[in-house]
Each structure stands twice: as C-alpha cells, then as structure tokens.
T-cell receptor, first 115, second 114 residues
Framework: AQTVTQSQPEMSVQEAETVTLSCTYD???????LFWYKQPPSRQMILVIR??????QNATENRFSVNFQKAAKSFSLKISDSQLGDAAMYFC????????????FGTGTRLQVTL | DGGITQSPKYLFRKEGQNVTLSCEQN?????MYWYRQDPGQGLRLIYY???????QKGDIAEGYSVSREKKESFPLTVTSAQKNPTAFYLC?????????????FGEGSWLTVV
C-alpha cells in the first residue's frame, strides 16, 4: 500500500519570507499524481497544487511551487512571499493510477505565519 | 451556488445508535467520496462511488454503510458497529472517476458520541 509521510508537524515563517514543507511517499507505481491541500481553521480542504508524476516540470501556482524528485520519492511545497492567510494545515496526498481519484494523505504540517 | 453541501454540521450520537450524514452535490460530478479525519491525522477513505448504484470500500469501511441512489447524493451511515465514531467527516466529489482528477471537498460534519 502507498504511504505518505510528512515529517514536520509544525513550521513557522515570517510574513513575506519563504518556507518549504516536506513530503515523502512510498509507491511501486511509475505513474501517479501528487497533491498539496490546505486546510484552514474552517476545516474545508482546498487544493493548492497538483503534480503528475510523468511530467518532469515542477508545478507552480502563483506563490506556490513544488520540488518533485521522483527518484527520491520526494514532493516538497515551497510558499514564497508568505501571507497571514497562508496559515493553515497543509496535507500532502498521493493518488495512484488504479481506480478513481482515491487519495492517500500524510498527517499534515501546521504552518504558522508571524508578523 | 455550485458546491458540495454536508449536513448536519454538528451531530451528537448516543452509543448504540445509527446516524446518517448527508452529502449533496450540484456539480454534476460522477464520483463521490467519504473521508474521516481524526485529530493529528490526515484523511482516510471510508467509501467511494464512481457511478450511481455502485460503491466500493475504502481503507476504513468497517462500521459504515453508504448508498448512491442518485448522482447528486451520497449519504453515509455510521452504524453502532463503528467502535470509535467521534471524528470529522468530509464528503468529496470529482468530475470523473479517473485517476488524477481534482477532488472537491465539502465543509465537513463533526460527529461526537455522547
């Protein structure tokens, strides 16, 4: 079974600075998808960024970008120019190519943004 | 507004009772999912449905049941067989049950056993 590991339970960043959240995963598949979801205090899950494993290029969405290292099975999220609204739980998730869009989640990283 | 509506937001259950959490979507999505979230943990998949009248067990289906009689509705019943049902429950949907599709989440329901 696939597993997703987030080794940083909490991270802190100053406003306008850059922070990187780590994620590693384990799979025997060669093709799959990786996601970062944000969960603010409202608890609703919001998709931040999505990466397709067969694509070499790292995904970017405005201030959010990933560093996808397929051989190392690493998928880190970089948040640039951090804003107070970025404070939330961040979950890394994996989806294989079996059936449906079933997601396997990591345990999350709580990001604090300070002034 | 298009979206996924979960109700109730908060639900209290006495031990030994079955309760049903509602999930309705008006996004015309084919696939729907139920996830459970416990404190300090990520989400775990309970059940998913790719089409009407069909559903499959996820990783933690024991003590839960679902139905998919209509495309827009995917209710989850937490039965008395679920030993530790207190948790946050999230319903989700995606346009097609093909892998890699973005999954959209509802706002969740809190279930507490009293």
């Amino acid at each position: 079974a696939q597993t997703v590991t987030q080794s940083q339970p909490e991270m802190s960043v100053q406003e306008a600075e850059t922070v990187t959240l780590s994620c590693t995963y384990d799979t025997s598949e060669s093709d799959y998808y990786l996601f970062w979801y944000k969960q603010p205090p409202s608890r609703q899950m919001i998709l931040v960024i999505r990466q397709e494993a067969y694509k070499q290029q790292n995904a970017t969405e405005n201030r959010f970008s990933v560093n996808f290292q397929k051989a190392a099975k690493s998928f880190s999220l970089k948040i640039s120019d951090s804003q107070l609204g970025d404070a939330a739980m961040y979950f890394c998730a994996y989806s294989d190519t079996g059936t449906a869009s079933k997601l396997t989640f990591g345990t999350g990283t709580r990001l604090q943004v300070t002034l | 507004d298009g979206g996924i509506t979960q109700s109730p937001k908060y639900l209290f259950r006495k031990e030994g009772q079955n309760v049903t959490l509602s999930c309705e979507q008006n996004l015309n999505h084919d696939a729907m999912y139920w996830y459970r979230q416990d404190p300090g943990q990520g989400l775990r998949l309970i059940y998913y449905s790719q089409i009407v009248n069909d559903f499959q067990k996820g990783d933690i289906a024991e003590g839960y049941s679902v139905s998919r009689e209509k495309k827009e509705s995917f209710p989850l019943t937490v039965t008395s067989a679920q030993k530790n049902p207190t948790a946050f429950y999230l319903c989700a949907s995606s346009p097609r049950p093909t892998v890699g599709n973005t999954i959209y989440f509802g706002e969740g329901s809190w279930l507490t056993v009293v």
